[in-house]
């Protein structure tokens, strides 16, 4: 039988009279939403941004080592702005073609990514030339259009030229480089830049129907 005034506990366990009683509970963990919140610090964004920046970086050199230094040039393709062009033109379109080695393309514009069956349509092409100039073809139905105003406006006639059977006027633009044009039927063609009378003949005696 237990001895009179215990309590079924050992000596050692028994509380003293007066004493406070502490009840230790365990915080809950916290949401997964304050726990990701107290991870995201500036240390580990860069941690974590460190193997993206490295790749961009990779990316970058190997394309600065397949790039020439000594051949700054960059070529475009023409064909899809030709295309479009063609297919929307109420006029036929020529293109150049079959133009000598070292000819290349560096530019193109067309409006007809934005117009509409009858609407007027402009294409400019320029070429970087075997002589280390700029030669630019424009063709045009809108005499408005800027590509060709900035030909032909407060341009000097100079004469006529013939290049493969076709009439050429010769003039000089405000810009004081030779230029050639001509009419074919509602369109205005127009040959001009930096480049020398023989390639910018050659580019003129180049022109073809477009064909796909």
Same mark, same amino acid.
């Given at each position: 039988?237990?001895?009179? @005034?215990?309590? @079924? ?15 230790? %509970? %365990? ?39 397949? %790039? ?29 073609? $079959? ?26 092409? $320029?070429?970087?030339?075997? $002589? ?32 493969? @059977?076709?009439?050429? %006027? ?14 074919? $039927? ?14 910018? @003949? ?11």
């Amino acid at each position: 039988m237990p001895h009179p @005034g215990q309590s @079924g506990q050992r000596p050692d366990e028994q509380i003293p009279p007066g004493a406070a009683t502490t009840v230790t %509970q %365990q915080a809950p963990p916290p949401p997964p939403a304050v726990d990701r919140m107290g991870r995201f610090t500036p240390a580990n964004m860069l941690r974590s941004l460190l193997p993206l920046v490295l790749i961009c970086l990779f990316i970058v050199g190997v394309m600065a080592l397949r %790039q020439n230094p000594e051949d700054p040039v960059r070529e475009v393709d023409t064909t899809s702005a030709e295309r479009a062009s063609a297919e929307l033109a109420s006029y036929e379109l020529l293109v150049p073609r $079959g133009l000598p080695e070292g000819w290349r393309p560096t530019s193109v514009r067309t409006n007809a990514g934005s117009a509409s069956t009858g609407d007027p349509i402009t294409l400019q092409i $320029g070429w970087y030339t075997p $002589g280390g100039e700029y030669a630019e073809y424009v063709v045009s139905d809108d005499p408005a259009a800027e590509a060709l105003t900035d030909v032909l406006e407060d341009a000097t006639l100079e004469g006529e030229e013939q290049v493969d @059977g076709e009439t050429w %006027q010769r003039i000089t633009t405000e810009r004081e480089e030779t230029a050639l044009t001509r009419d074919e $039927g509602t369109a205005t063609l127009a040959v001009t830049g930096s480049a020398s009378d023989e390639e910018l @003949g050659t580019l003129a005696g180049s022109l073809e129907p477009y064909t796909p």
